[in-house]
């Protein structure tokens, strides 16, 4: 029995054209979106697990040596001997260094103080970082660091070392301390509410540019604690 198929028609080669078009705008369209959240996603994953690494580190010098308050070297110019006491030996290192220039300069590819919004130009402010490059572990590189005025010990993790831009804060960088009588390193600004570290009023160190203060804080220092207390994650009002 024949059958006579009169009617069926493929696509013509116009109608192909424009499919593919029409596919290619929508692809354009939405492929920033989820490349920026998959870059989202990667960003707090690596800083959950840095901050995991780091608070480790310190429980296990605790167990060596005892409550962080009786450790030696207390003060913010000897923050590189207390690192490389008490820090330093807890992590596989690629490289680690008492960064004297780092206020104004890189060092050992890590961006300078002042290449991260800080003012540094007041002598004895703050005090030149100890850097560690980390081998193995999910942190790119950890910057000690403390202020004469204060007595915390602060951290910059950094999650991403760019090459080819400026690092900044709430993206590559992240802001840790540890103040005294405590246990774990913390998020900075982790004692404000979230709406106060996205909007303000917030004196410094809030987690949107605007945020300005003294030398001992600068914008996006609190960036860290709203990704905390999202559940290590960013989400669609976090200022990426």
């Known amino acids: 029995m024949l059958h006579h198929y009169k009617n069926k028609k493929g696509f013509t080669l116009a109608e192909v054209l424009i499919t593919l078009g029409i596919i290619g705008v929508v692809a354009a369209m939405t492929m920033p979106t989820l490349i920026a959240n998959h870059q989202k996603e990667v960003v707090a994953t690596s800083l959950r697990k840095a901050y995991a690494e780091l608070n480790l580190a310190l429980q296990m010098a605790i167990s060596d040596y005892g409550d962080v308050s009786t450790w030696d070297y207390s003060t913010a110019s000897e923050i590189s001997l207390w690192a490389e006491k008490y820090i330093k030996p807890y992590f596989k290192i690629l490289n680690a260094q008492n960064c004297s220039n ?69 993206k590559d960088v992240f802001t840790f301390v540890l103040k005294p009588n405590k246990t774990a390193f913390e998020p900075f600004g982790i004692n404000y509410s979230r709406d106060t570290l996205l909007k303000g009023p917030i004196r410094a160190g809030g987690c949107f540019k605007e945020s300005g203060g003294p030398d001992y804080y600068g914008p996006g220092d609190g960036c860290a604690a709203v990704i905390m207390m999202d559940g290590w994650k960013i989400k669609p009002d976090y200022p990426w």
């Not at 800080?118 to 572990?137: E, F, N, Q, R």
């Open 102 to 170: 780092n206020r104004s300069f890189s060092c050992i590819g890590v961006p300078a103080a002042a290449q991260l919004g800080y003012d540094t130009k007041p002598t004895g402010i703050m005090s030149a970082p100890y850097v560690i490059l980390t081998s193995g572990g999910t942190a790119k590189a950890f910057a000690f660091y403390k202020y004469n005025a204060y007595s915390e010990v602060r951290v910059h993790v950094y999650v991403k070392l760019p090459k080819n831009k400026k690092a900044e804060k709430g």
